[in-house]
């Protein structure tokens, strides 16, 4: 075995330094920059993105804010106008309901006068209809007209102590 034969020990031990120094030199050099390079690079990236992912973040959480705001004032708009809506409503409903009560107090006193009105003509109906009785009643059982005057008096009179 090569290896252990002590003669060519010596070489086996210079080639060794001198292969571990060549690769040694070239991974130092060439490989360990490149691997730094990528490292460094990927190391970038990940800030990079870690720094996006937290700006993104920032713009959601102000996004979120924003709505929720907007949201907010939305309702509190939503209310005023809906409190104003009803008091409009409200305001409507009792000039309307004023309009109607007049207009009904007018109807009302109205009525009451056709009713007053008509109230007098029957009682001037019953009237002259108790006159017209009271005078063909004289005719029939008297066999002679009465008075007109006399009759006026006596109906008159007697509608006098019906009320």
């Given at each position: 075995?090569?290896?252990l034969d002590f003669s060519t020990y010596a070489s086996q031990v210079f080639w060794l330094v001198v292969t571990f120094?060549?690769?040694?030199?070239?991974?130092?050099?060439?490989m360990a920059p490149?691997?730094?390079d990528v490292l460094e690079a990927r190391q970038k990236r990940i800030g990079d993105n870690l720094d996006k992912a937290a700006e993104i973040k920032?713009?959601?959480?102000?996004?979120?804010?924003?709505?929720?705001?907007?949201l907010s004032d939305a309702r509190v708009e939503a209310q005023s106008l809906i409190a104003a809506a009803?008091?409009?409503?409200?305001?409507a409903a009792?000039?309307?309901?004023?309009?109607?009560?007049?207009?009904?107090?007018?109807?009302?006193?109205?009525?009451?006068?056709?009713?007053?009105?008509?109230?007098?003509?029957?009682?001037e109906n019953v009237r002259d209809a108790a006159?017209?009785?009271?005078?063909?009643?004289?005719?029939?059982?008297?066999?002679?007209?009465?008075?007109?005057?006399?009759?006026?008096?006596?109906?008159?009179?007697a509608l006098k102590m019906q009320d």
């Open positions: 075995m090569p290896q120094s060549v690769l040694f030199l070239l991974v130092w050099r060439v490149k691997v730094t920032r713009e959601a959480e102000a996004t979120i804010e924003t709505y929720e705001k907007t009803s008091a409009e409503i409200a305001e009792a000039k309307r309901e004023a309009e109607l009560a007049v207009t009904l107090a007018a109807q009302v006193t109205e009525s009451e006068t056709n009713i007053a009105k008509a109230l007098e003509e029957a009682f006159v017209e009785v009271a005078t063909a009643a004289s005719e029939l059982l008297l066999d002679k007209r009465l008075d007109d005057g006399d009759i006026d008096k006596s109906v008159d009179a």
